[in-house]
């Protein structure tokens, strides 16, 4: 062995650098950069998220759910919510309504799937929101759909029927 030092190395070596984050950094374009006692925290602002997620061509969907109620039976042919409270929602949305399969006191969840009334949406307002309207099922105002003939051209509907609607 002749003279040979064997020098044994630590098990673990740690470093404890000291960098300090720049202070003169700041955000841009919806990049927020604050610190809070020592801690440093870059974020985006809603508006860039929203930029961001239409740079890659993903439009959000804003979603709701209501009830249009058509009063007291024998009810109405047609009738209208208006939905606000949308202050994002734009003069060219695109909006939808669409009938939800679930009980409300007057109809079953069968009746919501079986002879709904027919729901559209429109009238964007931009900043405010859009209008729902109803009318007799489709069964009801042709009267073709009707086996029992009970029904015909200006039939009426009645009560609370669960909708949802949708815009981007």
């Not at 040979?4 to 950069?33: C, E, H, K, W, Y």
């Not at 969907?61 to 606000?84: C, E, K, Q, R, Y």
């Not at 969840?109 to 729901?119: G, Q």
Request: aromatic letters at 8%; charged letters at 5%.
């Amino acid at each position: 062995m002749g003279g040979d030092i064997l020098m044994a190395m630590p098990a673990n070596i740690r470093v404890n650098a000291q960098t300090p984050f720049p202070a003169l950094v700041s955000g841009v374009n919806g990049v927020t950069v604050t610190k809070n006692n020592g801690v440093w925290t870059v974020g985006l602002t809603a508006g860039a998220i929203q930029s961001i997620i239409q740079t890659l061509g993903i439009v959000p969907v804003t979603v709701g759910a209501a009830t249009l109620n058509f009063g007291v039976n024998p009810g109405t042919t047609d009738m209208s919510l208006v939905i606000t409270g949308q202050t994002n929602i734009l003069s060219g949305s695109s909006v939808e309504a669409f009938i939800i399969p679930a009980a409300t006191a007057d109809h079953s969840i069968d009746e919501h799937w079986n002879d709904p009334p027919l729901v559209y949406a429109g009238n964007v307002v931009a900043g405010v929101g859009f209008t729902i309207y109803g009318r007799t099922g489709s069964g009801n105002i042709y009267g073709g759909n009707d086996p029992l003939g009970t029904q015909g051209p200006g039939a009426l509907t009645y009560g609370a029927w669960n909708v949802g609607w949708r815009w981007q």
